[in-house]
Nanobody, 116 residues
Framework: QVQLVESGGGLVQPGGSLRLSCAVSGTIFSINTMGWYRQAPGKQRELVATITSGGVTNYGDSVKGRLTISRDNAKNAVYLQMNSLKPEDTAVYYC??????????WGQGTQVTVSS
């Protein structure tokens, strides 16, 4: 059974930093693209960032230059370093993994709140 487990969310002041982690557990062959998405109250889920198995990244326009995605293929893990956080970054952040032969999987979500 494949599971994506996220950690690292919380409350942070504007301008602060957080690091999210997501680990994929279960019997898998390999993972194509991994990524982070977020959903704020009353809004649709939106792209934050994705990264391919080869390390090619793609970012949503609102986070470019402030958030950095990375992954560790040996650990089946993806990370999101979030700097210069703004109140509008407040959302539930979801990890996503496209697993070879199995399909698209989501984590349960982790809350990030940016507030003074």
């Amino acid at each position: 059974q494949v599971q994506l487990v996220e950690s690292g969310g919380g409350l942070v002041q504007p301008g602060g930093s957080l690091r999210l982690s997501c680990a994929v557990s279960g019997t898998i062959f390999s993972i194509n693209t991994m990524g982070w998405y977020r959903q704020a109250p009353g809004k649709q889920r939106e792209l934050v960032a994705t990264i391919t198995s080869g390390g090619v990244t793609n970012y949503g326009d609102s986070v470019k230059g402030r958030l950095t995605i990375s992954r560790d293929n040996a650990k089946n893990a993806v990370y999101l370093q979030m700097n210069s956080l703004k109140p509008e970054d407040t959302a539930v952040y979801y990890c996503n993994a496209k697993i070879v032969g199995l399909g698209n999987y989501w984590g349960q979500g982790t809350q990030v709140t940016v507030s003074s």
